[in-house]
C-alpha cells in the first residue's frame, strides 16, 4: 500500500480507522486547517463551501508556500526545489514493512554547506510563544531567535538553574505530542524527515537541518507589494528543528510499526471517543458519527454544558448512558447546569432567571446599535499595520433601535460592503462613526463580544486619528449573549432546542421563527470565503453575490433586534403571570 503522510497519520488515530477506509472509502486530504482556524464559523459550515472557495483557500496555502521559498533562499542561500521551481513539491518515499511511505517536501533547499528541508505551515509563532514558561512570575523561552531563525533555547544558552532546567524540558514535551498546536507541526516535519532519510534522494554524506517556515506574529506589513524585513521582522520566520525531528525518529518508526499492525489486524470492534478523533476541531475524525452514532441523536451527552470529550467517551461508552435523560441522580448532582439541562429534556422545563435578566436590560440605554462584522483573516497580511491573520472587516450591518421594540427591518438598517479587495478600513470607520452617534448615550449591542471589541481595537490603530472615536464605541458595547448565557452557575436562560449551546446558530432557532434556511449565504464562513472569491466571481453573478452577502449580514443584525424583543417579553410575561 502507498502511504502518503495524510493518510498515516489519519491511521494512526486509532486501531479501527483503516477499517472504515475499507468499508466507507478513504478520506480525501483536507483544506488547509491552519487557514479554516482562523475564518469564522462551524466545522460543519465547511460543508457549504464551493469548489471555487475551496480552492480560493488552498491558494492562500500555496501564496504562504512561495512567500516562504523566497526568505529560504534569501536568508540561507542556494537554491530551492519547490512549488516555483519544479511546479510542485519535492516528492520522496521508502519502503518499510512492506508498504511504501510518501512524502512531498515543501520546500528542499540544497547550499554549498548542506541541505535544508522545509515544512511550510499557514500557522503563525503565536503558539511557539504559548509554549514559554512561567518561574518567580517571569516567563521564559523555549525557543529564542537570532538571525531569523528560532532555536531551542538548549542550543543557544541553556538553562542552568534546575528549577529553571525543569520547567523548560516540561513545557519542551509538548513538542513530541502531536496532536499539541506546536506538537503536530513538529511530527508532520518528523514524518517528512523519516521518509525522506529513507529515500534514494537522501544524501547521508551531506549535512541536513529540518526547519519549520511559519507565519510570523510580530510582523506588521508595511503595505508594499513585496514582503522584505520590517523593523527587523520578515513575514516568514524559519524554526530549526533538527534535534527534536531526531528525537523523534525512533517514534515516528514505532508510530509506523504501529499503523502496520492495524492494517494486518483489520480490526473492526474498536469504538470509542478518544483525543485523537479530534472532535469539535477543523481535524476531526471523518467516521465520528459512525463510532459515535448517539452523537447525531438529539440530547445526547455530548450536549452537557461544559463537559469534555472524556466525560462524553464516559457517559456513552463507560457507563452506557448516551443521552442526558440515561444520568442518574449521582451525574446529574456533579454540575447544576447539568441537571438543569436533564429538567429541561425530561421535565420540558423552560430555565428563566428573571432577576438577571431584568438587571442586563436595565443596562441598557437606548438607542441600542445592533452591530455585526464579517471579517477575511488573509495568511499573508495585505494592508499597512496588519499583522499575519488580522482580521480585516469587510462587511459591516446595523440595525438602529431608537426606543425599546422601535426598529423597523428595512427603515432602520444601514450597511456597509465592500465591494472588492481595497483597504477598506476607512471607509468602515466612516461608516461607523457617521452612524453611531453616543453623544447622548446608547449601546451598542453585539453577539460575541470578544470579536467586534477585537476589530474596534485594531481599526483605532490602524486610524489613529478616530481612536478616541472608536474607543468610545469600544466601551459602549455589551454582549447580547451575556442576557442568554450570564456569568453563573446557571444561565440567564435555557430551553433544551438550545442543544447546551449559546451561538446564534442555536439561540436563534430556540426562541425565534428567524432561519438562515435556503439563504444563499447562511453563515459567517461562506460569507468571508465568497469575499475572498471576489476576483474569480463570474462578473454577470456579482451583484447578485452582494444582495445575498447583503441579505445575510442584515439578519445577523435583525436576529439581535429580535432576541432583545425576547427577552423584554420574557420579562413583561413573567410579571403579568
Ligand atoms: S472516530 Fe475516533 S475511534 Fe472512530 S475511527 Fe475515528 S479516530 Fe478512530
Redesign the pocket.
Known sequence: MRISKTRFLDLL??P??YD?TQSVGDTIDPLDQDILEHLTGDAEDLETLTKAQEAVLNGLHERVEREASTWVRQRLGGHTIDLDTSGGQHHVERSVHGHVWTAELDILNPTDTGVHVIEVKASTTSELSKLDFKLNGVYHPVFVKNNHVHKLVEETAPYLETALQEKYLKARKNLFDRLHKVGRHVYDLAFQRFVYEGSIDYDSAKAHTYYLALLNKDYHHDGQETYDVVNGEHVISLIDLTTITEELQSVVAEDVRQVVDYIDQHDNR?????K??QKGTPRA????T???PYLKVDYNVDELMGSSYKDTARFAHQESKPMIADLDEADRSKKPKWRMQYDAIVHDTIHVDQASLKAFLSHLEYPVYHLDFESFAAPLPRFKGEKPYQQHVFQVSLHIEREAGMCDNTLDHVEFLAEDHRDCRHDVVAFLLEHIDLSAGGTVLVWHKTFERERLKELALAIPKYASELQHIRDAVVDLKDGFLGKGALPILYKKALHGKYSIKFVLPAYTSITYEGMAINNGLLAATTYATYPVIDPAHFDHVLDAMRTYCKQDTWAMVTLLDVCRNLIEQNSTD
Open positions: 488515530r486509532c479501527r480507522f472504515y474498536y469504538q470509542n471517543l478518544i485523537a478523533c475524525c471523518p467516521y465520528l459512525q463510532c459515535n
